[in-house]
Nanobody, 126 residues
Framework: QLQLVESGGGLVQPGGSLKLSCTAA????????FGWFRRASGNEREVVAC???????YYGDSMGGRITIDRNNAENTVYLQMSSLRPEDTAIYYC????????????????????WGQGTQVTVSS
């Protein structure tokens, strides 16, 4: 059973940066594709970024060119580097994983994922 634990969230000022981590346990990272999603208070869950087993990437519209998703299979960790953060980026950020194999855009929908972490809070405020 794959278990995911997010970390790296916190309070940051507008314009600042954060790097979120998603550490996997219970299975080898290279057997899964991953996605980062977020949910702001009162809003729907939305995709932030995805990465396939082979490193193909999909970036959602919500954060544009301000993010980079990456994976380190040896460390069993997936990263989300976020920069130029805005107050509207305030949300709980979730990591998700699936063993399904497809192209990057396949992973932009939350229902393809089988495993979810508990989330990490990101607050952007001065």
């Amino acid at each position: 059973q794959l278990q995911l634990v997010e970390s790296g969230g916190g309070l940051v000022q507008p314009g600042g940066s954060l790097k979120l981590s998603c550490t996997a346990a219970g299975a080898a990272l290279d057997e899964y594709a991953f996605g980062w999603f977020r949910r702001a208070s009162g809003n729907e869950r939305e995709v932030v970024a995805c990465i396939t087993r082979g490193g193909g990437r999909y970036y959602g519209d919500s954060m544009g060119g301000r993010i980079t998703i990456d994976r380190n299979n040896a460390e069993n960790t997936v990263y989300l580097q976020m920069s130029s953060l805005r107050p509207e980026d305030t949300a709980i950020y979730y990591c998700a994983a699936t063993s399904r194999i497809s192209t990057p855009t396949f992973y932009k929908t939350h229902y393809v994922y089988d495993y979810w972490g508990q989330g990490t809070q990101v607050t952007v405020s001065s």
